[in-house]
């Protein structure tokens, strides 16, 4: 449980944060300007840009723009070396909608024989669900700002 706190606490914080680094600017939430090129993502880039920003403290297994998926790999929190979690997050729509997002979060404890598959705590997915969905409002409201 105390596992699960620190987890909440970690999300809360991360949704905060923001890893523009000046390099990349988005526009109507599909698309990505880069230099001189532009790349078309397949998923809302409101959406996208907000998951990579709210779990950057978890490492990254993969990540498809054009598909929508972001899967972590195995975290473990220092305060539980016990426990550990994964996270897939889906993209599934061009519109910043929270249908078009769905959080999935796996949780192993650790026994005698190694990891074994835990019930994670039912509202981790929504709580991380609606960080995402935050940060993806602010970050509309900034692109918006900054256009007009």
């Known amino acids: 449980m105390r596992f699960l706190t620190a987890f909440a606490c970690l999300l809360l914080l991360a949704g905060c944060g923001s890893s ?13 300007a880069s230099g001189s090129s532009r790349m078309t993502l ?4 409101f959406l996208w840009h907000a998951s990579l920003d709210t779990l950057s403290f978890l490492p990254l ?4 723009p054009f ?6 790999d195995w975290y473990v929190a220092p ?6 979690l994964k996270v897939t997050v889906y993209i599934m729509d061009r519109a910043l909608r929270a249908d078009g997002l769905k959080v999935v979060v796996f949780r192993q404890v650790r026994n005698a ?12 997915a929504h709580k991380l669900e609606d960080a995402i969905l935050t940060r993806a409002r ?11």
């Open 42 to 45: 397949g998923v809302n880039s």
């Open 79 to 84: 305060t539980a070396p016990d426990e550990r």
């Open 20 to 32: 523009d680094d000046g390099t990349r600017a988005m526009d109507s939430g599909t698309s990505i």
């Open 67 to 72: 598909g929508g998926v972001i899967i972590s």
């Open 61 to 64: 297994q993969s990540a498809d």
């Open 138 to 148: 602010e970050l509309r409201l900034a692109t918006l700002g900054t256009s007009g």
């Open 113 to 124: 024989n190694g990891w074994s598959d835990a019930q994670p705590s039912p509202d981790t």
